[in-house]
């Protein structure tokens, strides 16, 4: 096998398997996991430097009178259309998941405000003022985490 051969066999590999981290977050996104998603985002990062990688060598050595094999081009090729499809899937299933969490976030808060006394500020004494002159009431803290 020629090097090109074998530099574009490695770039099919890491296609592939690239395709199926990118469909398993959408698949977790959809059944609403988003805690099982480390790990994959974790080899998703790993692929990408080597996929990354992989086609910088293979665009560089171009220059060689070595073609790839028929076959391989054009299994490479047709990985190449499904990762760049596969790719769009998942940007469109995380930036869904991002808009749900936040106008689920929006919604928490508007909640917590609502709850607690619509706010004027502080008073003297560090007491939260509520509007119409009511009386001030605690400070209340919220802490959300906003990790996808």
């Given at each position: ?93 995380l930036s869904a998941a991002r808009e749900t969490s936040q106008r689920l976030l929006s919604h928490i ?40």
């Amino acid at each position: 096998m020629t090097s090109r051969n074998k530099d574009a066999r490695e770039l099919l590999t890491l296609t592939t398997r690239l395709i199926d981290v990118l469909r398993g977050e959408i698949e977790l996104l959809r059944h609403m996991e988003p805690n099982r998603m480390q790990e994959l985002q974790r080899d998703k990062v790993v692929l990408a430097a080597a996929y990354e990688s992989a086609v910088t060598r293979l665009k560089t050595d171009m220059e060689e009178s070595e073609p790839v094999d028929p076959d391989l081009r054009k299994d490479l090729q047709a990985a190449t259309e499904v990762f760049h499809k596969a790719l769009r899937d998942n940007e469109r299933a995380l930036s869904a998941a991002r808009e749900t969490s936040q106008r689920l976030l929006s919604h928490i808060v508007a909640e917590v405000e609502r709850q607690s006394g619509h706010s004027a500020g502080y008073v003297a004494s560090g007491a939260v003022a509520t509007i119409a002159g009511g009386r001030p009431t605690a400070p209340l803290s919220v802490t959300l985490d906003q990790r996808l």
